[in-house]
């Protein structure tokens, strides 16, 4: 069974950071692009930044560009979602998502490519 688990949530003070991880189990990560997704109370569930199978192409949201950054372990079957100079609009529960893709699309955060979702990881940002 397919299965994706985030980890790596918490509660943390503006300006702290975090790092998120995104483990899969069932199948191997090196085939799929990966996606982090974002849901804040009362708003719809957003794209905050994708990973190529490779990890060599990577998109941010304009709102956490120089913030995120994405990255991906193959080999560990994870993919991470560091997350520095945190602030309070970023408090929601953050979803990593699957997807195999013929190509890396120039507007790969998408809720609506990924096929595989995981359960999500609270963060919390605040005084």
């Known amino acids: 069974q397919l299965q994706l688990v985030e980890s790596g949530g918490g509660l943390v003070q503006p300006g702290g950071s975090l790092r998120l991880s995104c483990a899969a189990s069932g199948f191997t990560l090196d085939s799929y692009v990966i996606g982090w997704f974002r849901q804040a109370p009362g708003k719809e569930r957003e794209g905050v930044s994708c990973?190529?199978?490779?990890?060599?192409?990577?998109r941010y949201a304009d709102s956490v560009k120089g913030r995120f950054t994405i990255s991906r372990d193959n080999a560990k079957n994870t993919v991470y979602l560091q997350i520095d100079s945190l602030k309070p609009e970023d408090t929601a529960v953050y979803y990593c998502?699957?997807?195999?893709?013929?190509?890396?699309?120039?507007?790969?955060?998408?809720?609506?490519?990924?096929?595989?979702w995981g359960q999500g990881t609270q963060v919390t940002v605040s005084s």
């Open positions: 990973i190529s199978s490779s990890g060599g192409r990577t």
């Open positions: 998502a699957a997807t195999e893709v013929p190509t890396f699309l120039q507007e790969m955060c998408l809720l609506r490519l990924y096929k595989y």
